[in-house]
């Protein structure tokens, strides 16, 4: 609950360059339906889409009663709506459920999209879909990693069509059948293939490396970083 960050008009939500602290040009321009005592009171984001709720009565220049989903490079409205109704309509949480398309929401309403929910409901959006990413792999040996938290750590689940899969990390080869963040490996593949694995970001990881003066294959974080990120301990 604010009204400024700074000298710079926001109501309740926000964007903040985290290098250097200043507010940046992004704003919803959310109204609200309580006044002063308005709130934003949860926030989930699914690839460049935002979703939000409170007690709000516009957001992005569209009408959405208690919950809404924002387009974050426009912060704009999309075309998401629930509809909800009540007097007054307060959403307080999100779940999203991007493996059915679905986001659930609980808080103080009677009604989405009119029909009866009593402050507990899921409604769709075609458009929700879990974050992936997608590797090219070359016919033959490949170094493969996993970049994401996926429900599944199983190597068949991740990676389905390896013919041959090994790891280095304890000093000789196994073949593992679960495998980790953080850890590379190598892939044998019979034929070039596109291999996607989904779930939620992985921003930092560790991994416990014995010594012996050994090559260890490092795996990858869902986004590059700056080699000079990579640090030991001790």
Same mark, same amino acid.
């Given at each position: 609950?604010?009204?400024?960050?700074?000298?710079?008009?926001?109501?309740?939500?926000?964007?903040?360059?985290?290098?250097?602290?200043? /507010?940046?040009?992004?704003?919803?321009?959310?109204?609200?339906?309580?006044?002063?005592?308005?709130? $934003?009171?949860?926030?989930?984001?699914?690839?460049?889409? &935002?979703?939000?709720?409170?007690?709000?009565?516009? $957001?992005? *220049?569209?009408?959405?009663?208690? /919950?809404?989903? $924002?387009?974050?490079?426009?912060?704009?409205?999309?075309?998401?709506?629930?509809?909800?109704?009540?007097?007054?309509? /307060?959403?307080?949480?999100?779940?999203?459920?991007?493996?059915?398309? !679905? /986001?659930? &929401?609980?808080?103080?309403?009677?009604? &989405?999209?009119?029909?009866?929910?009593?402050?507990?409901?899921? %409604? *769709?959006?075609?458009?929700?879909?879990?974050?992936?990413?997608? !590797?090219?792999?070359?016919?033959?040996?490949?170094?493969?990693?996993?970049?994401?938290?996926?429900?599944?750590?199983?190597?068949?689940?991740?990676?389905?069509?390896?013919?041959?899969?090994?790891?280095?990390?304890?000093?000789? %080869?196994?073949?593992?059948?679960?495998?980790?963040?953080?850890? *590379?490996?190598? =892939?044998?593949?019979?034929?070039?293939?596109?291999?996607?694995?989904?779930?939620?970001?992985? =921003?930092?990881?560790?991994?416990?490396i014995s010594t012996g003066g050994r090559w260890v294959i490092i795996g990858?974080?869902?986004?590059?970083?700056?080699?000079?990120?990579?640090?030991?301990?001790?």
């Amino acid at each position: 609950n604010f009204a400024a960050i700074g000298t710079t008009p926001r109501t309740n939500l926000a964007a903040i360059d985290a290098v250097t602290g200043a /507010v940046t040009d992004w704003n919803p321009a959310i109204t609200y339906t309580l006044g002063y005592y308005s709130n $934003v009171y949860d926030i989930q984001i699914a690839g460049s889409t &935002m979703y939000l709720c409170g007690d709000i009565a516009t $957001v992005g *220049g569209g009408s959405r009663l208690g /919950v809404a989903a $924002v387009d974050i490079p426009t912060a704009t409205a999309t075309s998401w709506n629930p509809n909800a109704a009540s007097s007054p309509v /307060v959403v307080s949480s999100l779940l999203l459920d991007a493996a059915n398309q !679905t /986001v659930f &929401m609980g808080g103080h309403f009677s009604n &989405m999209s009119d029909d009866p929910a009593s402050n507990l409901a899921g %409604y *769709g959006d075609p458009t929700l879909t879990a974050p992936s990413t997608t !590797t090219s792999l070359s016919s033959g040996w490949n170094l493969v990693s996993v970049p994401r938290v996926p429900s599944s750590f199983a190597r068949t689940a991740l990676f389905p069509t390896a013919v041959d899969f090994f790891s280095y990390l304890s000093g000789s %080869y196994t073949t593992p059948t679960t495998l980790q963040n953080g850890e *590379g490996y190598w =892939g044998l593949y019979s034929a070039a293939t596109n291999n996607t694995i989904t779930g939620s970001s992985l =921003g930092s990881t560790s991994l416990t490396i014995s010594t012996g003066g050994r090559w260890v294959i490092i795996g990858s974080l869902t986004a590059s970083i700056a080699a000079s990120a990579v640090t030991t301990s001790p």
